[in-house]
């Protein structure tokens, strides 16, 4: 036999068939490690070089970005949040303005989606848009824009911009008070499935959509872990709601079979009121003011004013004192028997009686129903507001204001006199207090992490006034303080 025949029969002897069971039983073995190991380092290899399609599993590529990263569980802030704002082409021109009030360039993340470009030039724009995709596809009953703005979230969660805990959703005409919104948003966690906002003020709107509804213009925040479950059914859930009337209630049924309910806050206003919104504001529930919607259809918050004048002022107190605008603070003046009523940053009320703090926590109702403007029912009580002016309260709003060192703040309220009150008898409280100055120290945001407490007002210098002057402050209450006629 020659040397070439020797060799191959050397090197094909592994896989010779040996005539014992056990030789054959341990080549099988071999056979397996060897399977075994070229298998893992093939999957070494795909783990360490390849990319997968996540798009095939249905997921959007950010998706995979952020599951692979390690989850900032720091407290949340401005910049974690997205907003979606619902406008059109030809509104926005007009209602811009809103947002000049509360967006602040390079910090507020977020755009107004429209239906196509607007006729306004980007020098006059602050809050950057987006024109709505794919949503001319899908039936409805009422109206195609409802179907549009319902697309806010899932559209701005497509976008896979970094770092979003929070999708917030509102309308062109609506105004965040950003700082408390952060506020409340920090209690939440953006990891859990949480859908937050409020309900309609008038019980006619609540009971035609759903009390379990939070109302899209007083604004819808979907947490990040909810955004993706949104993200993953809104089309079909579109598809099968298409008789829904308006953008939130579309919003609401995708939640619902998702099964996560409204966590409700009351520092979202709706404002589905008409008239005058003085009596809510004058007596706001404790809880950190988030937003105002419908503005553009409500009377002035401050008299002899625009809307944007008493907006822009409104602000400018929210800006020196964000966790306390518009919190009531209650004291009384026994000698002459007044109940003195604060709405800081706002107005300041006196009564030339002795109201209990339950009466006055209670708002005046100087506005009607949003849909058949009658006299109620709300979702909060009401106080009947008397037409004469010598039987309403002595009003008092915000004039001017100044920072106090670097925690404290002097706000100072200017009387204002109704329409017949120059027939009021002169012994009225009208002729005797011309301006109000309210001293307080800054809230701290950390308040409202505990279960707030109202705090307490004191009737300074003795009560005394002087050049119609009188001086009040805001105080936390001591540990047995009441508010006692």
Known sequence: MNKP???QLKVSKFFVVPEKLGDIVINLIKIG?????????????????YKPSWRLLGLPEHLRIQNDSVIDNGPTNIS?????????????????????IWWEPNTTRGFVWLDKKPKISHTELLVPYKISHGWRRFKYLHSASAVRIARIVYESFKLGLPDVRWFVMGDDDTVFFTNNLVTVLRKYDHNQMYYIGGNSESVEQD????????????GIAVSYALAVQLARTMDGCLRRYF?????????????????VPLTHEKGFHQLDIRGDPYGLLAAHPMAPLVSLHHIDQLSSLFPNQTQTQSLTKLISAYNLDPARIVQQSICYDHRRKWSISISWGYTVQIYTTMLSAADLQMPLQTFRTWRTSSDGPFTFNTRWMNPDPSKQPAMFFLDNLQMVGSQGSITSYKRFFAKGADKCNKSHVNVQVQRIRVSALKLDPEYWKNVPRRECCQIMEGGSIKGGNMHLRVKKCRPKETTTI
């Open 33 to 49: 490690i060897v399977v075994g190991l070229i298998a893992f380092l093939s999957l070494a290899f795909q783990t360490a070089f």
């Open 243 to 259: 008789y829904f009337y308006g953008s939130d209630q579309r919003v609401w049924a995708c939640v619902n079979e998702i099964g």
């Open 80 to 100: 974690h949040i997205l907003f979606g704002l619902g406008g059109s082409a030809q509104t926005w021109h007009d209602r811009s303005n809103y947002s000049k």
């Open 5 to 7: 025949c020797t060799d």
């Open 207 to 218: 009971v035609l959509h759903s009390y379990d509804m939070a109302f899209g213009g007083g």
